[in-house]
């Protein structure tokens, strides 16, 4: 009997040591592998149904048990769940040992039915409220002795869960940042730095083999850049949402500012050079309708997964019940205001609190399936721009300008990226985009040498490159409104006389006339008969720097679209950018239509994104003759080297290139 006992012990020692090797997480350059191989995470932010997340304290099983099987059933292979910080650790000194063990139960629930568990333990912010233990002050990020409370809380939790098979990852906290941002916690950046250090230290103390990431809300601002991140970092994770970082008071919900935002931030923390997962993004019912929610999310997951990201998790699984009240802690602290929620909280989830799907869980579902379908060993066809962000500012300070600089590139159909003005120009570079600010010393000689040896480089305002084009950005005036501008050059896209409207609040810098370069536009507030007499100022310029083609504007384009709300219809401000990149083997000639071109060993693949909710008839152009297939419905669309396709409010169109 006893020789059985130890047979059957070695087999589940055997079985434990296989599951664990069996989800092992390490890093490539764009995704998280499991055993060696890429995925893609398809999840959610895990909020119970029941009890909210105070239910470690109201713990509730069967409730768990049931969202993760709805959760399953829907293709989610990952949850991020964020077990209240106060519960967790009460005093400097203690662990609550029943919630840890209650934590772990809860990450065994969700690994029983294929969802790997991402725990982020310092929860002290979350919905709107802050839930820190009593003990910790405003100097938590600051204070050596909160410090040391809370390293010895991460490593000894960790410790704790680091023989359960199911965790995927350990996130530091929900939005730490906004501790700071929100609450007027203390710390300058250097400090955050070091706290950073700490707390990831602790983490591989208490399991040394989970991946750790740090999950900054809804943008990097200057306590918290994505370089000090991404020291105390395995893997970037983004948040993004239109209306937290206001973009949504620039366009609509469906606009291009807005919906380009997951892709903007997940190009900025790219920069880090790491996997960046989508962490958090979502809409609210509060919003928009359940069904707008639903073309939202697919819009978003795959104009994330298109461009790179290392997975999408949506915020977040479960609505809130209204009739839910957050609980005061032991020491009668009321957590929020009367316990209740702003108005959005309530309606974010996949389902509703009787775990009913929503539309926007059938469309996830739809979403994890076609993915998982195509795979990911794709190569990018497109050219790529890189846009240079100033080298000490935050993206938080910079989104707005950013924002449009990036639209104006995506709208001429090219894989946009960001490149910190003190780096080195990549050798992918088709061109650089500087919109609107003087580059320092150094970085001006390493985009200088890019143009030296052949690059091709654009910036506004600001004229870093090109002595012969001589202007003074403290001299500038403002255009009248509305503005055309004037082509002075024929291009292969744009006629020579062309008109095209800018929607921006223009101003435009004083310049010391010189004929050693070429005017490509011309500003023509009088030109009505389309002229080429000498009415209108050249407005934009391109100029030989050694082997390489300076292009500059007089124009503070991409700033003075910030005041500008949902000009896109009356702008054509992109005709600008279009002077920049090369000729494509297959280009669209929608500005509203994001365009991937990828190819892998077997297939070649064209992936249409619909950025408006309005119906968008688009142009497919091909240098060579080509055949389209939809590979959703699998229509054959015939060959040529021209197709028209029609797409729906916030469609996405997948087409096989034969």
């Known amino acids: 009997m006893r020789n059985k006992f130890i047979i059957l012990l070695l087999v589940l020692v055997g079985l434990n040591t296989a599951l664990k090797a069996q989800t092992t997480q390490a890093i490539d350059k764009k995704y998280i592998t499991v055993n060696g191989k890429p995925t893609f995470i398809n999840g959610a932010n895990y909020s119970p149904s029941t009890g909210w997340f105070q239910i470690l304290d109201n713990?509730?099983?069967?409730?768990?048990?049931?969202?993760?099987?709805?959760?399953?059933?829907?293709?989610?292979?990952?949850?991020?769940?964020?077990?209240?910080?106060?519960?967790?650790?009460?005093?400097?000194?203690?662990?609550?040992?029943?919630?840890?063990?209650?934590?772990?139960?809860?990450?065994?629930?969700?690994?029983?039915?294929?969802?790997?568990?991402?725990?982020?333990?310092?929860?002290?912010?979350?919905c709107g409220g802050i839930f820190n233990p009593y003990w910790v002050t405003k100097e938590m990020f600051t204070d050596p002795e909160q410090i040391k409370a809370e390293t010895w809380y991460i490593e000894n939790v960790a410790k704790s869960l680091k023989n359960n098979p199911y965790i995927h990852s350990y996130d530091f906290g929900n939005e730490i940042n906004a501790l700071k941002a929100v609450g007027g916690f203390t710390g300058n950046p250097a400090q955050t730095k070091t706290w950073m250090a700490e707390i990831y230290k602790a983490f591989k103390k208490g399991d040394p083999e989970r991946l750790v990431t740090n999950g900054i809300g809804t943008g990097f601002d200057n306590d918290f850049p994505i370089e000090n991140i991404s020291l105390a970092s395995d893997y970037m994770s983004a948040h993004s949402y239109s209306y937290f970082h206001a973009t949504i008071a620039d366009d609509p919900w469906f606009g291009l500012r807005t919906t380009y935002?997951?892709?903007?931030?997940?190009?900025?923390?790219?920069?880090?050079?790491?996997?960046?997962?989508?962490?958090?993004?979502?809409?609210?019912?509060?919003?928009?309708?359940?069904?707008?929610?639903?073309?939202?999310?697919?819009?978003?997951?795959?104009?994330?997964?298109?461009?790179?990201?290392?997975?999408?998790?949506?915020?977040?699984?479960?609505?809130?019940?209204?009739?839910?009240?957050?609980?005061?802690?032991?020491?009668?602290?009321?957590?929020?205001?009367?316990?209740?929620?702003?108005?959005?909280?309530?309606?974010?989830?996949?389902?509703?609190?009787?775990?009913?799907?929503?539309?926007?869980?059938?469309?996830?579902?739809?979403?994890?399936?076609?993915?998982?379908?195509?795979?990911?060993?794709?190569?990018?066809?497109?050219?790529?721009?890189?846009?240079?962000?100033?080298?000490?500012?935050?993206l938080n300070d910079y989104i707005r300008k950013a924002i449009?600089?990036?639209?104006?590139?995506?709208?001429?159909?090219?894989?946009?990226?960001?490149?910190?003005?003190?780096?080195?120009?990549?050798t992918d570079a088709s061109f650089v985009i500087v919109p609107g600010f003087a580059l320092k010393n150094e970085a001006k000689q390493k985009i200088k040498k890019y143009l030296d040896t052949g690059g091709t480089v654009y910036q506004s305002f600001y004229n870093d490159f090109a002595p012969n084009i001589s202007v003074n950005p403290e001299l500038n005036f403002r255009l009248d409104e509305p503005t055309e501008l004037l082509v002075n050059k024929h291009t292969e896209n744009l006629n020579l006389l062309e008109k095209f409207p800018v929607a921006g609040h223009l101003n435009m810098t004083q310049l010391y006339y010189s004929q050693r370069f070429e005017t490509l536009l011309k500003n023509c507030p009088d030109c009505a008969n389309h002229s080429l007499n000498e009415k209108g100022e050249g407005v934009f310029f391109k100029t030989k720097v050694e082997k390489g083609n300076f292009y500059y504007t007089r124009l503070n384009l991409e700033e003075s679209l910030c005041d500008t709300y949902n000009p896109w219809e009356n702008d054509e401000s992109y005709k600008i950018y279009s002077y920049l990149k090369p000729e494509q083997n297959i280009d669209i000639d929608s500005k509203y239509v994001e365009l991937y071109h990828k190819k892998n060993d077997k297939s070649e693949m064209i992936i249409l994104l619909n950025h408006t909710d309005k119906i968008q008839e688009t142009n497919i152009i091909s240098k060579n003759v080509i055949r389209l297939k939809n590979i959703k419905n699998k229509v054959d669309m015939g060959k040529g080297m021209e197709f028209s396709v029609k797409l729906k409010p916030a469609e996405v169109m997948f087409l096989d290139v034969e």
């Open 404 to 426: 449009n600089a990036y639209v104006l590139a995506k709208q001429n159909h090219v894989d946009v990226r960001f490149l910190r003005e003190n780096s080195d120009v990549p």
């Open 261 to 394: 935002s997951a892709n903007l931030m997940i190009a900025w923390a790219k920069m880090a050079g790491k996997p960046v997962l989508m962490q958090e993004t979502g809409v609210s019912g509060d919003w928009m309708s359940q069904q707008k929610r639903a073309n939202y999310l697919e819009l978003s997951y795959f104009s994330c997964w298109a461009d790179g990201a290392a997975g999408f998790v949506w915020w977040c699984s479960h609505d809130i019940d209204t009739a839910f009240h957050v609980k005061p802690d032991v020491k009668g602290r009321q957590m929020k205001g009367g316990g209740t929620f702003d108005a959005l909280e309530y309606q974010m989830g996949l389902f509703d609190v009787n775990n009913k799907k929503h539309p926007v869980a059938e469309r996830f579902k739809e979403c994890i399936d076609i993915s998982k379908t195509l795979g990911l060993d794709w190569t990018d066809q497109l050219p790529v721009c890189y846009i240079v962000a100033p080298e000490t500012v935050s």
């Open 59 to 126: 713990w509730n099983a069967k409730a768990i048990e049931q969202d993760m099987d709805s959760l399953s059933s829907i293709g989610v292979d990952f949850i991020r769940f964020m077990p209240l910080w106060y519960l967790m650790q009460p005093e400097k000194n203690k662990i609550d040992q029943q919630k840890v063990d209650r934590l772990n139960e809860l990450i065994t629930i969700a690994g029983k039915r294929n969802i790997q568990v991402q725990p982020t333990l310092i929860t002290g912010w979350l």
